[in-house]
Each structure stands twice: as structure tokens, then as C-alpha cells.
């Protein structure tokens, strides 16, 4: 038996409006190349790179929404190495003095340590044009803002991984610092992965680069833990190596193996002072936060929403908003929970749209919440009637118009029961010979004759008692 230990590197792109060290403009995508560079973030020389303030600022915040220790003194360095896209010839990172240390992000009631936050420059991008024999070469994204966020091995599974990644971007997305898209390139994740047995020390890892969506990071995981749990119980070993993701064959592959360490021979950027983050510039961040997921949870489970749910809900800003709206409008909360996250949810997937692409209004959702769990109409027509109230409809209204409240009259009910007994001897007799089974065929023709009108329950025991069975 094998245990997966799985660690984080996750990038995500800032949403400021200029680079990290000069006056560019950040908004770069989809504009033509080299459009959007200077002196300063094509590192020619003699230039002085300037710390973006705002920038900074979303690097504390983050920090902070994790938990982590913020210094009092951040500092940046250079890490150096040589690549085509990276005019300088090194990286302004940060190294020994990040914005952050020592978080903690919970997910699904397991702790997963945070190890550091750090604020960094993008590299440039190269261009590998089919059929031809050079590289071309595009700096709009050279120097634009980054954080590098690196987890602690506490991850125990591929789907923990998952929920991780997408805790981290409700969590940039609700302090509005980064798009955090990975479709867009704004979030990306590295992974490090190796197995062992329970108890035993860490077993040799290897990194799985360039994971651009969080079900690849799932799938990718999944099929390295598989792979290197063959090697070991076969007796052979792992080799340290760095990994790439064929989405399409759904497997990995060999990048490079390892040979120790690269060595970027850090040093502090002498263009940059030590930046000084004092008690009041951690306030004033601290103050302009919005209410983070894991309060929202919290806020959740005190109206009522059982753990599970809320965390699913509180994560997830889209349909957080419109329970907290409905929530107003008088939904019962558990009941409003289990809609969003099955009904609700399904809907907009099957449909692949948003909330704002439906016509869903908080005050309909509540209204339709309500009826439903207040058994003024039965589950079956509530879930009838979602599509339409999910395109504007009141159900109130269509209910009314209907006749689509829930019959609860037995002797409304009597009449159509008789009938269907009397239209089903061979099903009667299964029944009343032991197969009590049987009787949900007969249910189901009532709640068809009553367009599913007709309580269950109720309908159930008229069953029973007119054909003579206990049920
Ligand atoms: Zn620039």
C-alpha cells in the first residue's frame, strides 16, 4: 500500500494596470507584440526598476487571506539565470524575505500548509513559428506581476490538489487581485509528487510542469501516482526528473532528469530598498480586504448549512452571491444549499452558462426554495419547474396558473388511487404476494395522473392501506 505526498507551485498573474517595475501597461492580451515594453522591462542598461505599489499591496493581501506571517521587511532579489525571453538575464524574485511565510489554506477540513508567497517579475514569451528555423521573441508579458505561491507536502490526494487550486482562485478572484484563469494563462501550477509507504521517510519526487487547467493537475496526479506505484512494487526506483502533461494522450513525459539544484546565485537587488511594511500599511490593506470564503463558511454554518455544502457554496463566487440574496429573500438555508449546489449547479453546467446568463433573480429562487420545502408544492414539480424559473419565471405565478399546489386532500386523492388499483390487478397482486416493491409502480401512475401534484407520502399510505399491506 502507497501514499501519495503532493506539494504545490502555483503562479498566478496580478491584476494591476501597470508591470512590476515600470510604467507598461499590464494589459497586454491579445495585443500585437512588443507593443507594450520600455527601457526598463526590455533590461537595457542603466535603468531603475520601481516596486509597483499596488502590486505590493495585493501581495500582503494574499498573504494575509492565507494566513501568513507577513515581515517587517520584504526585500527583492535577483535570481539569475539565461533564456531568450529573459531580456535581464535574471528574474527580480524575491528570496529570503518573501511577502509571506507560514500560512495555512483548510480544505475540506484538512490543513494544508503554506510555505511562502513571494512577488516576482513574468518572463517574456518565445514564439517557435512551424516550419521555420528561428524563435521570435515577445516582451508584453516580460515584467508584468506574479506571485508564486509554494505549499508546504501536506496534499494527500489528486482531488485535494483539485480543490485546493480552486479554493486559491475563489480566494484571488473574491479579493479581486488576479482573474486567476488558468485558461487564460493567468493561474498556472506545478506539482511535485512522489509515493511512499505509510510512515516511511519521502520517497524521491518528480515536478509535473505546465499544468494549465485544474482537472489536468487531477489527471496528471492520478496517472504519476499509478505510474511510480508500479516502478516501487515491482522493486524498482524512481528517477528525480521534471515531467511534462500530454492533456491529449492523457500521460506524462520526460522533460530533463535532474542533476541537483540549479544554483541562480541569488543576490539582493541593489536598485530596490528594503521595502518596510509598517503596522499601518498592513491596516489599511487589512481593512480594504472584502469578506473572504473561509468567512463566508463560517457565516454559512451558522444559518445552518451543513460543512460540506458550505464550503462547496462559500468557495464558489458565483453561486455565494445569489445564496446570500436568496438567503435575504427567505429561502431556508440548508434547503437553498443542497439546491444551488445539485439543481441549480446542474442546470448551469448542462448548459455551460453562468448565473447572469440565465435569468435567475434571488427573489424567484427563494420563492421557489420556499414552496418546495414548505410542501406547498412536491419536489417532483419544483424540479419541473426550475428550467423556466431559470429563465425569469415566477414560479408563484406558474403554480398558480397551473394548479400545480400540492394535493394533500385524501379524498381527492382516494378517487385516483381506486382507479389506478382497479386498472393494475397483476401489479395488486405482486404486492400483496410480498413484492412491496412493486408498489412504486403504482405511484408512479398517481403522480402521473396528478401531474406529480400528489404528495408521496400520502399517496404511499392510500396505496397500502386500500390494497391491505403494511408499508
Ligand atoms: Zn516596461
Given at each position: 500500500?502507497?501514499?501519495?505526498?503532493?506539494?504545490?507551485?502555483?503562479?498566478?498573474?496580478?491584476?494591476?494596470?501597470?508591470?512590476?517595475?515600470?510604467?507598461?501597461?499590464?494589459?497586454?492580451?491579445?495585443?500585437?507584440?512588443?507593443?507594450?515594453?520600455?527601457?526598463?522591462?526590455?533590461?537595457?542598461?542603466?535603468?531603475?526598476?520601481?516596486?509597483?505599489?499596488?502590486?505590493?499591496?495585493?501581495?500582503?493581501?494574499?498573504?494575509?487571506?492565507?494566513?501568513?506571517?507577513?515581515?517587517?521587511?520584504?526585500?527583492?532579489?535577483?535570481?539569475?539565470?539565461?533564456?531568450?525571453?529573459?531580456?535581464?538575464?535574471?528574474?527580480?524574485?524575491?528570496?529570503?524575505?518573501?511577502?509571506?511565510?507560514?500560512?495555512?489554506?483548510?480544505?475540506?477540513?484538512?490543513?494544508?500548509?503554506?510555505?511562502?508567497?513571494?512577488?516576482?517579475?513574468?518572463?517574456?514569451?518565445?514564439?517557435?513559428?512551424?516550419?521555420?528555423?528561428?524563435?521570435l521573441l515577445d516582451f508584453n508579458r516580460a515584467?508584468?506581476?506574479?506571485?508564486?505561491?509554494?505549499?508546504?507536502?501536506?496534499?494527500?490526494?489528486?482531488?485535494?490538489?483539485?480543490?485546493?487550486?480552486?479554493?486559491?482562485?475563489?480566494?484571488?478572484?473574491?479579493?479581486?487581485?488576479?482573474?486567476?484563469?488558468?485558461?487564460?494563462?493567468?493561474?498556472?501550477?506545478?506539482?511535485?509528487?512522489?509515493?511512499?509507504?505509510?510512515?516511511?521517510?519521502?520517497?524521491?519526487?518528480?515536478?509535473?510542469?505546465?499544468?494549465?487547467?485544474?482537472?489536468?493537475?487531477?489527471?496528471?496526479?492520478?496517472?504519476?501516482?499509478?505510474?511510480?506505484?508500479?516502478?516501487?512494487?515491482?522493486?524498482?526506483?524512481?528517477?528525480?526528473?521534471?515531467?511534462?502533461?500530454?492533456?491529449?494522450?492523457?500521460?506524462?513525459?520526460?522533460?530533463?532528469?535532474?542533476?541537483?539544484?540549479?544554483?541562480?546565485?541569488?543576490?539582493?537587488?541593489?536598485?530596490?530598498?528594503?521595502?518596510?511594511?509598517?503596522?499601518?500599511?498592513?491596516?489599511r490593506v487589512r481593512a480594504a480586504m472584502p469578506?473572504?470564503?473561509?468567512?463566508?463558511?463560517?457565516?454559512?454554518?451558522?444559518?445552518?448549512?451543513?460543512?460540506?455544502?458550505?464550503?462547496?457554496?462559500?468557495?464558489?463566487?458565483?453561486?455565494?452571491?445569489?445564496?446570500?440574496?436568496?438567503?435575504?429573500?427567505?429561502?431556508?438555508?440548508?434547503?437553498?444549499?443542497?439546491?444551488?449546489?445539485?439543481?441549480?449547479?446542474?442546470?448551469?453546467?448542462?448548459?455551460?452558462?453562468?448565473?447572469?446568463?440565465?435569468?435567475?433573480?434571488?427573489?424567484?429562487?427563494?420563492?421557489?426554495?420556499?414552496?418546495?420545502?414548505?410542501?406547498?408544492?412536491?419536489?417532483?414539480?419544483?424540479?419541473?419547474?426550475?428550467?423556466?424559473?431559470?429563465?425569469?419565471?415566477?414560479?408563484?405565478?406558474?403554480?398558480?396558473?397551473?394548479?400545480?399546489?400540492?394535493?394533500?386532500?385524501?379524498?381527492?386523492?382516494?378517487?385516483?388511487?381506486?382507479?389506478?388499483?382497479?386498472?393494475?390487478?397483476?401489479?395488486?397482486?405482486?404486492?400483496?404476494?410480498?413484492?412491496?416493491k412493486a408498489i412504486n409502480a403504482l405511484l408512479?401512475?398517481?403522480?402521473?395522473?396528478?401531474?406529480?401534484?400528489?404528495?408521496?407520502?400520502?399517496?404511499?399510505?392510500?396505496?397500502?392501506?386500500?390494497?391491505?399491506?403494511?408499508?
Open positions: 500500500m502507497y501514499e501519495p505526498v503532493i506539494g504545490l507551485e502555483v503562479h498566478l498573474h496580478l491584476k494591476t494596470k501597470t508591470k512590476m517595475f515600470c510604467s507598461c501597461s499590464a494589459d497586454y492580451f491579445g495585443a500585437a507584440p512588443n507593443t507594450h515594453v520600455c527601457p526598463v522591462c526590455l533590461g537595457l542598461p542603466g535603468v531603475l526598476p520601481v516596486p509597483n505599489a499596488q502590486a505590493v499591496d495585493y501581495g500582503i493581501m494574499f498573504a494575509l487571506a492565507l494566513g501568513c506571517e507577513v515581515p517587517e521587511w520584504t526585500q527583492f532579489h535577483r535570481k539569475h539565470y539565461f533564456y531568450p525571453d529573459m531580456p535581464k538575464n535574471y528574474q527580480i524574485s524575491q528570496y529570503d524575505r518573501p511577502i509571506g511565510a507560514r500560512g495555512v489554506l483548510e480544505v475540506a477540513g484538512e490543513r494544508i500548509g503554506i510555505t511562502r508567497v513571494h512577488l516576482e517579475e513574468d518572463a517574456g514569451k518565445s514564439l517557435h513559428p512551424a516550419g521555420e528555423a528561428h524563435t515584467g508584468s506581476p506574479l506571485i508564486e505561491l509554494v505549499t508546504e507536502p501536506d496534499i494527500k490526494s489528486p482531488e485535494q490538489a483539485r480543490l485546493f487550486l480552486n479554493h486559491l482562485r475563489a480566494i484571488a478572484q473574491t479579493l479581486g487581485i488576479s482573474d486567476a484563469n488558468p485558461e487564460e494563462g493567468k493561474m498556472r501550477a506545478d506539482v511535485n509528487v512522489s509515493v511512499r509507504r505509510p510512515g516511511e521517510p519521502l520517497g524521491t519526487k518528480v515536478e509535473i510542469k505546465n499544468l494549465n487547467s485544474f482537472r489536468s493537475v487531477q489527471k496528471a496526479l492520478e496517472y504519476e501516482i499509478e505510474r511510480q506505484t508500479k516502478i516501487l512494487k515491482k522493486g524498482g526506483q524512481i528517477e528525480q526528473a521534471t515531467l511534462g502533461w500530454d492533456e491529449n494522450a492523457g500521460r506524462t513525459y520526460l522533460m530533463r532528469t535532474k542533476e541537483g539544484e540549479a544554483d541562480y546565485r541569488y543576490m539582493p537587488e541593489p536598485d530596490i530598498p528594503m521595502l518596510h511594511v509598517t503596522k499601518e500599511w498592513l491596516e469578506e473572504l470564503p473561509a468567512e463566508k463558511m463560517r457565516r454559512y454554518r451558522e444559518a445552518g448549512v451543513k460543512a460540506y455544502d458550505a464550503e462547496i457554496l462559500a468557495y464558489d463566487r458565483e453561486l455565494s452571491g445569489l445564496f446570500d440574496a436568496a438567503l435575504a429573500a427567505g429561502a431556508p438555508a440548508q434547503a437553498l444549499a443542497n439546491w444551488l449546489n445539485a439543481d441549480v449547479r446542474g442546470f448551469l453546467a448542462a448548459g455551460e452558462k453562468t448565473v447572469a446568463e440565465t435569468g435567475l433573480t434571488p427573489e424567484h429562487l427563494a420563492a421557489l426554495v420556499k414552496l418546495a420545502d414548505e410542501g406547498k408544492i412536491t419536489s417532483r414539480v419544483a424540479k419541473e419547474l426550475l428550467p423556466e424559473v431559470m429563465e425569469g419565471a415566477d414560479p408563484a405565478r406558474l403554480v398558480k396558473e397551473r394548479g400545480l399546489e400540492a394535493v394533500s386532500d385524501e379524498g381527492a386523492l382516494a378517487k385516483i388511487v381506486d382507479e389506478v388499483i382497479a386498472n393494475n390487478p397483476a401489479v395488486v397482486e405482486q404486492i400483496k404476494g410480498g413484492k412491496a408512479g401512475q398517481v403522480m402521473k395522473a396528478t401531474r406529480g401534484t400528489a404528495r408521496p407520502d400520502l399517496v404511499r399510505k392510500l396505496l397500502a392501506e386500500k390494497i391491505g399491506v403494511e408499508v
